[in-house]
């Protein structure tokens, strides 16, 4: 498949002897950008009380073309690989909130 083509990314998956830290990142059939992520085990449950927590932050697709400008631009998914793989990804929601991205949040904490 053509990179220009490339709908989704896994931008974290690690495990580790505190859980297992999850982002990943999909252009649905609609054009909005959807997050979902997931936080499990014992370093979520130092943080938060809890040992799990999960969310979705979804980006209308008529916001996709700020975030795509404010990251340099480009196709988004490589732009999000670039800018926010691995440990980089703790790094997404400041980015956002810094260069007013509007989006959409749900989230759930609990065991």
């Not at 130092?46 to 932050?57: A, C, D, F, Q």
């Amino acid at each position: 498949m053509f990179e220009r083509w490339k709908k989704k990314i896994e931008l974290r998956n690690e495990r580790d002897k505190n859980g297992l830290r999850f982002l990943g990142a999909e252009i649905q059939p609609n054009g909005d950008l959807v997050f979902n992520g997931q936080d499990i085990g014992p370093g979520v449950e130092k943080v938060l009380g809890s040992s799990e927590y999960e969310w979705y932050w979804t980006v209308k697709a008529e916001h996709i073309s700020s975030l795509q400008q404010a990251l340099g631009g480009g196709h988004i998914i490589t732009l999000l690989e670039s800018h926010f793989s691995g440990e980089k990804a703790a790094g997404l929601m400041p980015f956002m909130e810094a260069h007013h991205i509007p989006f959409e949040s749900w989230y759930r904490q609990g065991d």
